[in-house]
């Protein structure tokens, strides 16, 4: 078998044959079979929607999961067709640029877009989204992960047995001298097509699964190669599949804690899905609305500590809530904790009960969720209620990311000041509470990079960030420095594997970059 660099000039020699075939192809009127075969006539007409209210009368939203405001798309499976038959593939936005060639194209290309913007309504089978994909071949590359050590059971209670406390900085600065992942370049790893919004780490230790979600709505799945392929093989390429399963952004990806065969993922068009990876099916869980019929984007959301199947959400909104995902709501009861977009929640671990925000309004706060209070002074709206306030923090600019340490009790938080600030919470304080260390850090990202957000270890005190400088910095709850990963561009979106030293990026074009602490030869 030859080395790495062999394998990787062989693989670019490959592309390059390739790309020479494609420009020899007519592609005319490709744009027009692409419509016939997904059934797009005449653009549909859109329900004409209210402008929102300034003032609220009630907490309460709707949950319409039924309900589509706007044409919705279906699988195959759906429609009454057989998995087999033809549709329209998994493209993106370049691709159906490239296939338009005339202003006729464009006309049909503006249907096609119409369709690709549309929301999936209803329980599917993911893999009827992909056309000529063996469906054995597919449902074969994710059986490894539903057979998994944390398949059954709370997840949260076999992390506590691999949680471990700080140790020497120097002992943390050596484990986390991390290597780049060098089988495929990272110019290869499109887990999306368009600007990553979410990264997840599946908690497998036997191979490595990598989710992604980007701006378009597309979740990728990555199977990690652990081993160098046949370089005689000239179709070896990552194993990457993608579906496109949301039309606005991918807000969040996680495990379900008492089954990590199946993913959660949440969108900002207001979409929760499920992904069982043993089948690839893909279960509507609800879809959140406004009185008005439109969605309530999903900002952040992450499942209860003492309870599995809670599920605890925030929106773009300012709202919150929390519902049991064993039952499809009819209708979700809202309560406002900010009155501008929350980017960010977490749960307090020493005390389940409290959770942290960080908001567009400059604020990071800490609330009791035992508690309800009526007509909070602090808002502008009328007639809601929301939970108690136990602390906040001021900042100058707003506050991107929220995230409390597994162990000793520190909470993180990192906005446009371009500072990360630490925060000592093992007390339960009131009132204002100040930053026991600030750190200098670039974290504006302006339109073309996601938001930088600073996040623990789900079993060490240790967090990372993505730096502007093209890196992944590594802190320990105390502020010491451990790493600093230098990548080719901006790993703006993060993940850790939640038991092993793992951690993963993804930047503006949908490519991802890999680092663990595997030596290779």
């Not at 469906?135 to 709370?154: C, I, P, Q, R």
């Not at 307090?348 to 209070?373: C, Q």
Request: proline fraction near 4%.
């Amino acid at each position: 078998m030859l080395g790495n660099n062999e394998f990787r000039q062989r693989r670019l020699e490959n592309i390059k044959r390739n790309n020479d075939l494609l420009k020899k192809l007519n592609l005319n009127g490709m744009s027009s079979q692409l419509k016939r075969e997904a059934g797009v006539g005449e653009k549909p007409k859109l329900k004409a929607v209210p402008p929102p209210k300034k003032k609220v009368s009630k907490g309460t939203l709707k949950s319409e999961a039924k309900t589509a405001v706007i044409p919705t798309r279906r699988s195959r499976r759906l429609r009454g067709e057989s998995a087999e038959a033809d549709g329209i593939p998994n493209v993106n936005d370049s691709e159906l640029m490239k296939v338009v060639g005339n202003s006729d194209a464009g006309r049909e290309l503006d249907g096609l877009q119409e369709l690709k913007n549309t929301q999936l309504v209803g329980d599917i089978k993911l893999g009827d989204l992909l056309k000529d994909e063996d469906k054995s071949e597919l449902l074969a590359k994710f059986k490894v992960y539903s057979d998994g050590s944390f398949s059954s059971g709370d997840f949260f209670e076999e992390l506590k047995k691999h949680q471990r406390p700080t140790t020497e900085i120097k002992q943390l600065q050596t484990e986390f001298q991390l290597s780049q992942y060098e089988i495929y370049d990272p110019k290869e790893l499109a887990i999306g097509y368009e600007r990553i919004t979410a990264m997840y780490f599946h908690p497998s230790q036997e191979k490595k699964l990598i989710v992604g979600g980007d701006t378009g709505g597309t979740v990728g799945l990555w199977n990690v190669a652990d081993e160098m392929p046949d370089l005689n093989d000239e179709l070896a390429e990552p194993e990457i599949t993608r579906f496109k399963m949301f039309s606005r952004n991918v807000a969040k990806i996680d495990t379900f804690p008492a089954d990590s065969s199946k993913l959660l993922t949440a969108s900002y068009d207001g979409s929760l899905r499920s992904i069982h990876l043993d089948n690839l099916n893909s279960e509507e869980l609800a879809v959140l609305k406004n009185d008005y019929g439109e969605p309530l984007g999903i900002s952040d959301c992450q499942f209860s500590y003492s309870d599995p199947n809670l599920l605890l959400i925030t929106t773009l909104g300012g709202e919150f809530t929390q519902f049991d995902l064993r039952a499809k709501p009819n209708a979700i009861n809202f309560l406002r904790l900010s009155d501008k977009k929350i980017g960010s929640m977490a749960i307090n671990p020493k005390r389940v009960y409290e959770i942290a925000t960080g908001s567009l309004d400059r604020t990071l706060k800490i609330w009791d969720m035992r508690k309800i209070v009526v007509n909070p002074d602090w808002s502008q709206y009328e007639e809601f209620s929301s939970h108690e306030v136990v602390s906040t923090y001021e900042s100058r600019l707003s506050i991107s990311a929220i995230s409390f340490s597994p162990i000793d009790g520190t909470l993180v938080c990192n906005g446009y000041d371009n500072t990360i600030r630490l925060f000592d919470v093992n007390d339960n304080i009131r009132g204002h509470i100040s930053p026991k260390l600030t750190i200098q850090h670039n974290c504006k990202t302006g339109r073309w990079v996601s938001i930088l957000k600073a996040k623990f270890k789900p079993n060490m005190d240790v967090f990372a960030i993505a730096n502007m400088k093209r890196a992944i910095d590594i802190y320990s709850s105390s502020g010491e420095q451990l790493a600093h990963l230098p990548t080719s561009t901006v790993p703006a979106v993060l993940s850790w594997h939640p038991l092993q030293n793992w951690i993963v990026g993804g930047n503006s074009s949908g490519k991802v970059f890999l680092f663990t602490n595997e030596q290779r030869d």
